[in-house]
């Protein structure tokens, strides 16, 4: 049975900076990890002037995709044969299913055309190799949140997921330790209202609206506060 809380109303709306006066936490934000699917709840703990590093902050990273990487933790990541050009500043990870902001940089030769890396391959494989180490740290710190369970992780997604995603995530997570994970999930693709714990160290969280994918520094950002203090003040266990 999900137990559920209400949450505090949000004053703040959809902005794009923090308002005048809010109160900023960001020893609050830095308690969480974000595991997908994009940059919002970066630029979440942005708005809280936390700047906490980790692999997935600045990534388009769908559910599956960190399902893959949680396998064998990405002991592949960001290899050269694996990159696919994605965006102006981005790459996507073939094997492990996600997209990086990187300095492999892509371009189109003409509007509707699909992206191409910019750079031929003996430059390209250059800038790559002295970029590869960053991914390679993230992964470690990463890593090293997974083995000392010392963070809350943190999962959203626009179209909403479903408990048995939620709880196959759960699982992954716990294949390296016991974790605790929050899925923030749309309200319109969910019908609860506030915040609920499904399973022991599980909860489920619902938000007005989530950023477009176009915009995602365009949170709703008091709501998003309004959620991770709830999941911090309530119970973890059923």
């Known amino acids: 049975m999900l137990e559920t809380w209400a949450l505090p109303p949000d004053v703040l709306g959809m902005i794009d900076r923090p308002p005048e006066g809010y109160p900023l936490n960001p020893e609050l934000v830095s308690k969480f990890e974000s595991l997908g699917d994009n940059c919002e709840f970066g630029f979440v703990q942005r708005f809280h002037q ?27 990541i960001y290899s050269w044969e694996n990159l696919r050009p994605w965006a102006y500043d981005m790459a996507w990870d073939d094997q492990y299913q996600c997209a990086f902001h990187c300095a492999v940089h892509c371009d189109r030769l003409a509007e509707g055309l699909p992206f191409e890396f910019v750079l031929p391959d003996e430059e390209r494989r250059a800038v ?34 479903s408990f048995e995603e939620c709880r196959r995530l759960k699982a992954a997570l716990d294949r390296h330790g016991e974790h605790r994970l929050l899925c923030v999930l749309p309200q319109s693709e969910t019908e609860l209202r506030g915040i609920g714990l499904l399973d022991d160290n599980l909860k489920i969280a619902s938000i007005t609206q989530l950023a477009s994918y176009s915009r995602v520094e365009l949170a709703a950002y008091g709501e998003w506060t309004n959620i991770l203090q709830a999941a911090i003040d309530t119970p973890w266990k059923v």
């Open 128 to 161: 790559w190799e002295q970029d590869r180490p960053k991914f390679l740290y993230l992964r470690d710190k990463t890593l090293l949140s997974l083995k000392n369970a010392d963070k809350i992780f943190v999962v959203k997604a626009n179209a909403g997921l």
């Open 50 to 76: 936390a700047e906490p590093s980790s692999l997935f902050r600045w990534a388009t990273a769908p559910l599956h995709g960190v399902l893959i990487g949680l396998e064998d933790s990405w002991e592949n």
